[in-house]
Each structure stands twice: as C-alpha cells, then as structure tokens.
C-alpha cells in the first residue's frame, strides 16, 4: 500500500467523529468554567485546596474527577441498563418479535385472499400484480426484520452482563473513592459544594446534604460488600 494511502486511511481511523469532536470541546469549556468559578471563590477555593491536600491530586485533576464523576449518583447498574435499553431497543425486543409474528400472519391471510376470485380490485391491472406479490414481500420483511432482531439481541445480551462489572470500576476509581481511600473521609461538606458546583455547570440540579449523605452510605456499602463470583453473576 503507498505510503500516502496508509498515511490517509490512519488519519480516518485516528480522526476523531464530530460528535466526539463535539464533546470534547464542551467538557474543555465546562471544566475551564469550573476552575474559574472555584478561583473566584474564596470558600470553594478554600474547599479545594484541603481536598487537593488530602487526596494528594493537582489541582486540575481535582476539576477533572469532579466533572466526571459528579453525576455519579445516578450511574446505579439499574439505572445505565435502563438507559442503555431504551437507546439500543426504543421499541422493545418483546413487540417487536410479536408484531413479526403478526407480519407473517397477515401475510398468509392476504396470500389467502388472494386465491379468491372476484375479491381484487379491476380498475387497474397493475394493482392485481402489485397484490399477488405482497405476502412475499411481508414474509421477505419479516425475515429481515427478525434477523435484524436477533443480531441486537445477541449484542445486548453481552452488553448487559458487563455492565455491572462497568458500574463497579467506575466507582472504583471515582473521585469518592480516591477521597476514602488517601485519607479515610469524605469530607462531604467540603466535597458537596465542589459536586454541586460541578453539577450547576453540567446542567444538572444541585442535591442536599442530606441526600447526598445518604447516597455515600450507599456508596459505603457497595465498596465493602464482597464482589459476587463467576458462579453468582451466572445465577
């Protein structure tokens, strides 16, 4: 292959999508607009200058975990499969292999009809002909559509079972984690500021005190529960 080809065909592997394009530039202005607020604050500067201390982070990666993992609250395994469902199955696997099976049985009924004489229409002679080759036409569909059914159901099946694996080294290596794990605390009042900061600047609501107590609790129980084996996960 010439090596301006090679060279071509890389750059359009490497080359980023606009979509991806696209959201990195907002998670540049986004964390850039955090740090801004938080220099011209003396209190969330304050704030993050004990976190950096206490978690031995720079300054920008502090940022970089609290835009990250500031929506952490809602990243539950129920919750990313119910979100992943509905972008991979927007009409579900259940109706769309009932309206299949309903396909191919409106097509042996017209394929029936068809064999009555009298029942199609005259005016135009084409229309007949268009008829006569409607139910192969369904069943052809239906065969697509279920083989396109299948190939989805397959790819969610392995999508799914990784998930919760996903959820669990994402909170692994979360913000929170590393906040516990350097120095035994996670100085919720402090970190809650920072989060709700972060949040306003993502463009999500703000959470209380207590709500967020509550969720590191949970956070808490999750970390020290033992991790289920491959025999578990199976069953």
């Keep these: 292959m010439p090596r301006i080809l090679a060279s071509s065909n890389r750059d359009q592997v490497d080359r980023p999508s606009k979509r991806e394009a696209a959201l990195s530039r907002q998670m540049r202005l986004q964390k850039q607009e955090l740090r801004k607020r ?16 206490k978690t031995g982070l720079q300054p920008l990666q502090l940022i970089t975990g609290l835009w990250w993992d500031c929506n952490l ?25 009932r309206d299949i099976k309903s396909i191919r049985r409106i097509a042996r009924r017209i394929y029936a ?79 809650l500021r920072l989060v709700n900061l972060a949040r306003e600047v993502v463009g999500y609501r703000t959470i209380s005190q207590r709500a967020f107590t509550i969720w590191l609790n949970r956070f808490e129980k999750r970390r020290k529960k033992p991790p289920l084996n491959s025999t578990d996960k199976r069953s």
């Design 38 to 53: 938080i220099e011209s604050d003396p209190q969330l500067n304050k704030d993050c200058d004990f976190l950096v201390e």
């Design 73 to 97: 609250m809602s990243a539950d395994s129920q919750t990313l499969l119910r979100k992943e469902k509905s972008e991979l199955w927007p009409i579900s696997e259940d109706t769309l292999r």
């Design 113 to 191: 009809t068809n064999q009555t004489n009298g029942l199609l229409p005259t005016r135009d002679k084409k229309i007949p002909e268009d008829f006569v080759a409607l139910p192969e036409i369904l069943r052809l569909y239906a065969s697509e559509l279920e083989r396109g059914v299948d190939t989805w159901a397959h790819y969610w099946k392995g999508k799914r079972s990784h998930i919760p694996d996903i959820t669990a080294s994402t909170r692994e290596h979360s913000l929170y984690e590393r906040m516990r794990s350097s120095s035994g605390k996670y100085h919720q009042t402090r970190l």
